[in-house]
């Protein structure tokens, strides 16, 4: 038997899992270009704390309405962290931030923080790193993340294969891109899986496969890649192996050397090509928190303040979100409004 049962098993939050699902299919049609809204990826480099994190969601949900013409934000409730070497693994491991606590534990405290934010009618995003945990997890999540320590796992691209939701591929950390468009084509496609079920008996069957996986420019060891040619590029590359031409670019880790105060600037260059009309720009992620920057972890810790990567205050983000905003509107003009208006003038 698996220790815990999932919530659908349990029978628990059906009405935020019809929710969820209605996230879901909204992120996609963002992917797929049926919606010419952004995505905004937006939250904590790790989820530390529940009611910090539940502070936060409830004013990035103030706005989520306010921009939900243009944007679509998705908040980050990342309770697992990869780590390059040693370190806090998230609160799903670790849920006591001491090593003291167990996954069980961590289990039953994420699904209770997921379910506060998710009954604020906002869609959640974490990364799903390792995959014995995701089935405790995904139900209440809307968009998921494979991240650039784990993009090049065939483990991980199956589990992308079954996963409900969208799922962002992230280059790896070196930079390369290669590995990341191949896991978005991997996911897309039924793969053999082997699992627990309910019963906690090994179940083997095939996924469905992922229409919604794709790739995040995150940048890397070798330098960002938001740039106008990185994101040419590697549209092209998407395009010539058949792979939808659309991406997300992550304004923090590569693509800001994890500077917080670099982010603005991933934020207004990305702006300035959504605004000349780059179609294949779906979506964006932001590292930002109540507070800015990062602390270590210990005691006391400073409420709001990220305790992995720095993080931009919540003032920032809803600057940066307006920004964006716009240049969601100023893409509706170049790509549709200024044919409309040629022909007005000529009539
Ligand atoms: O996003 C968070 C971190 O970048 C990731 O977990 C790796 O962190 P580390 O290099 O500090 O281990
Ligand atoms: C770990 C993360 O990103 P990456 O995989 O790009 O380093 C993250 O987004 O928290």
């Known amino acids: 038997m698996r220790n815990v049962p999932t919530l659908s098993e349990a029978g628990q939050h059906p009405d935020l899992i019809e929710r969820v699902t209605s996230h879901r299919r909204a992120i996609g049609d963002i992917v797929q270009g049926r919606d010419d809204r952004l995505l905004a990826i937006v939250g904590p480099c790790s989820a530390h704390d529940p009611q910090g994190m539940h502070e936060y969601a409830a004013r990035l949900r103030l706005l989520a309405a306010e921009h939900s013409d243009e944007l679509l934000i998705v908040v980050r409730v990342y309770v697992e962290k990869p780590r390059t070497r040693h370190g806090w693994p998230g609160l799903l491991l670790d849920p006591q931030l001491d090593g003291t606590?167990?996954?069980?534990?961590?289990?039953e405290l994420a699904r209770r923080m997921f379910a506060a934010i998710a009954a604020l009618d906002l869609p959640i995003a974490n990364e799903f790193v390792d995959p014995y945990l995701a089935p405790y997890v995904s139900e209440l999540v809307s968009w998921a993340a494979i991240g650039a320590r784990t993009v090049e796992s065939p483990v991980h691209r199956r589990l992308a294969s079954d996963l409900p939701m969208p799922v962002g591929?992230?280059?790896?950390?070196?930079?390369?891109?290669?590995?990341?468009?191949?896991?978005v084509a991997v996911a897309g496609r039924s793969q053999p899986m082997l699992n627990l079920d309910a019963?906690?008996?090994?179940?083997?069957?095939?996924?469905?496969?992922?229409?919604?996986?794709?790739?995040?420019?995150?940048?890397?060891?070798?330098?960002?890649?938001?740039?106008?040619?990185?994101?040419?590029?590697?549209?092209?590359?998407?395009?010539?192996?058949?792979?939808?031409?659309?991406?997300?670019?992550?304004?923090?880790?590569?693509?800001?050397?994890?500077?917080?105060?670099?982010?603005?600037?991933?934020?207004?260059?990305?702006?300035?090509?959504?605004?000349?009309?780059?179609?294949?720009?779906?979506?964006?992620?932001?590292?930002?928190?109540?507070?800015?920057?990062?602390q270590a972890l210990g005691e006391p810790l400073e409420y709001g303040v990220s305790v992995t990567d720095a993080c931009i205050d919540i003032d920032e983000t809803s600057h940066r979100l307006a920004q964006l905003a716009k240049a969601v509107i100023a893409r509706r003009y170049a790509t549709e409004a200024r044919p409309r208006h040629i022909t007005s003038v000529s009539s």
């Open 101 to 107: 606590g167990s996954a069980v534990e961590g289990i």
């Open 169 to 183: 591929m992230k280059n790896r950390a070196d930079g390369a891109i290669g590995p990341a468009i191949d896991a």
């Open 199 to 294: 019963k906690g008996e090994l179940r083997s069957y095939h996924s469905a496969g992922n229409p919604n996986a794709h790739l995040v420019l995150r940048g890397g060891d070798d330098g960002p890649n938001y740039s106008t040619a990185h994101i040419e590029r590697s549209l092209l590359e998407l395009s010539s192996s058949q792979q939808n031409p659309r991406l997300v670019i992550d304004c923090s880790h590569g693509n800001s050397g994890k500077d917080h105060r670099r982010q603005g600037a991933v934020v207004e260059a990305v702006c300035e090509q959504v605004g000349e009309g780059q179609n294949g720009i779906a979506g964006v992620m932001l590292e930002s928190y109540l507070r800015p920057g990062r």
